[in-house]
Nanobody
Framework: QVQLVESGGGLVQAGGSLRLSCAAS????????MGWFRQAPGKEREFVAA????????YSTDSVKARFTISRDNAKKTMYLQMNSLKPEDTAVYYC???????????????WGQGTQVTVSS
C-alpha cells in the first residue's frame, strides 16, 4: 500500500504562484511513477504532469507545460508541482497519484491522495 498526502493548495490571484507537495509513505518503491491530476467542478479529472523515479522522464499537458514544473525528492519521498502564472482556469482540486508505470490517464494510477484545492481569482 502507498499513502499520499497533498498540501500547498490555497487561494491566489491570477498571475501568482503556488507550490504543491505530495508526501508518500508505504511501499513507494513499487509505484515509482508519480503524477498530478486536477478536477474542476463539473468536469472530468484531467492529467497535469507525471515524473518517473529518476526524474529523467517528465511529461506535462500542453496547457501547463510553460507554467508548471513537476519534480521529486526521493530521499524525502515527496513530489512537487511548482505552478507559476496561474490562471482562473487552473482552479480545481489537485490530486497526486502513484503508479508502477508511466501513464497519462487516471485509470493507470493505483494510489491517490485526498486532493488539495487550488483557487485562482481573476
Amino acid at each position: 500500500q502507498v499513502q499520499l498526502v497533498e498540501s500547498g493548495g490555497g487561494l491566489v490571484q491570477a498571475g501568482g504562484s503556488l507550490r504543491l507537495s505530495c508526501a508518500a509513505s508505504g511501499r513507494t518503491s513499487s509505484n515509482s511513477v508519480m503524477g498530478w491530476f486536477r478536477q474542476a467542478p463539473g468536469k472530468e479529472r484531467e492529467f497535469v504532469a507525471a515524473i518517473n523515479w529518476s526524474g529523467a522522464n517528465i511529461y506535462s499537458t500542453d496547457s501547463v507545460k510553460a507554467r508548471f514544473t513537476i519534480s521529486r525528492d526521493n530521499a524525502k519521498k515527496t513530489m512537487y508541482l511548482q505552478m507559476n502564472s496561474l490562471k482562473p482556469e487552473d482552479t480545481a482540486v489537485y490530486y497526486c497519484a502513484a503508479s508502477a508505470r508511466f501513464g497519462v490517464t487516471a485509470n493507470e494510477y493505483d494510489y491517490w491522495g485526498q486532493g488539495t484545492q487550488v483557487t485562482v481569482s481573476s
